[in-house]
């Protein structure tokens, strides 16, 4: 008899551990988010790690995520009429403002499949097609109009790597937009700053109430 661990029913364990609320600075969107978000990530490291389920990035409005969302929604030419992807989507938050105002189509690619079938459950609770991809496309070009990143610089290596991706697309001419609350390994170089936000965020994973969240564009 095997040992191993029954694969969890994703979507059944994210309506179960989440609740359906607006988005602090973009009311417009509903998301699945942990309220008690301690009790989830407590969860996601000890009672699940026998089965390597990964931290629930997917669960939380990060405050870049954010600010992408607001500015998107606010400047809706942006997006309109373009294809759209919203790189490491985590909840799908920026796919489905990009969605929301009118981008022809919007992909939302994240590495953690929970954050697949997140994406997956919030955009039909928003009534927004969004295809959701469980993939590491860093170094792939499939002709994007617009690559959103939210809240990708918290680690070195990712950071140095998402970038120097990020780079050449826009080098090629696709609008590259960041957006980020000061996490420590956003480049001090190659970005326009394009807006900035005071976001609500949770006190339990970050280290305040309210981020200032920059939307920067990437120069090159």
Request: hydrophobic content about 50%; charged content about 20%; proline content about 5%.
């Amino acid at each position: 008899m095997s040992g191993a661990a029954p694969e969890l029913d994703r979507d059944a364990f994210i309506r179960a551990h989440t609740r359906l609320l607006p988005v602090p600075h973009a009311p417009e969107i509903a998301l699945h988010v942990a309220e008690e978000a301690t009790e989830l990530w407590q969860k996601t490291e000890d009672e699940l790690a026998v089965i390597g389920l990964p931290p629930p990035f997917w669960a939380f409005a990060w405050a870049g995520g954010q600010a992408l969302a607001r500015h998107l929604l606010d400047h809706p030419g942006i997006v309109a009429g373009r294809r759209v992807l919203d790189f490491a989507s985590g909840s799908g938050l920026v796919a489905i403002a990009a969605a929301k105002a009118g981008a022809a189509s919007v992909e939302a690619c994240d590495i953690d499949a929970f954050a697949a079938a997140a994406i997956g459950i919030n955009a039909a609770a928003n009534g927004v097609a969004v295809a959701a991809r469980c993939d590491d496309i860093v170094g792939r070009d499939e002709g994007w109009d617009v690559i959103c990143a939210g809240d990708v610089c918290y680690e070195r290596d990712m950071a140095e790597r998402v970038i120097g991706w990020l780079s050449g697309l826009s080098a090629r001419g696709a609008t590259v937009l960041i957006g980020d609350p000061g996490r420590s390994y956003l480049p001090k170089a190659g970005l326009a700053l394009v807006a900035t936000y005071e976001v609500p965020v949770t006190r339990a994973l970050e280290d305040a109430e309210i981020k200032r969240s920059s939307v920067w564009r990437l120069t090159g």
